[in-house]
């Protein structure tokens, strides 16, 4: 059974910081493309960052230099440093895995307000 269980998510003023992290099981984690998306009310799911199973990281325009994804296969984790976050970065956030199928995590909520 995959499971992919996204943490880290909160309440955080403009400007703060947040770290999002997702721990899968199930799946032969150092295979998958690893990615976080967003969907935020009224608006469709769109790709924030993404990181191959190479290592190679693909950004949004709107988070870029602000923004880094990165993995520990050790520990079967992908995370997602957020800085500078603005409260347009308001959303739900997604895991997801990628390779011979694609598995999603529940959410993580995200609020940046003052």
């Known amino acids: 059974q995959v499971q992919l269980v996204e943490s880290g998510g909160g309440l955080v003023q403009p400007g703060g910081s947040l770290r999002l992290s997702c721990a899968a099981s199930g799946i032969i984690f150092s295979f998958y493309a690893m990615g976080w998306y967003r969907q935020a009310p009224g608006k469709q799911r769109e790709l924030v960052a993404s990181?191959?199973?190479?290592?190679?990281?693909n950004y949004a325009d709107s988070v870029k230099g602000r923004f880094t994804i990165s993995r520990d296969n050790a520990k079967n984790t992908v995370y997602l440093q957020m800085n500078s976050l603005k409260p347009e970065d308001t959303a739900v956030y997604y895991c997801n895995a990628k390779y011979d199928a694609s598995y999603w995590g529940q959410g993580t909520q995200v609020i940046v307000s003052s």
């Open positions: 990181c191959t199973s190479y290592g190679t990281t």
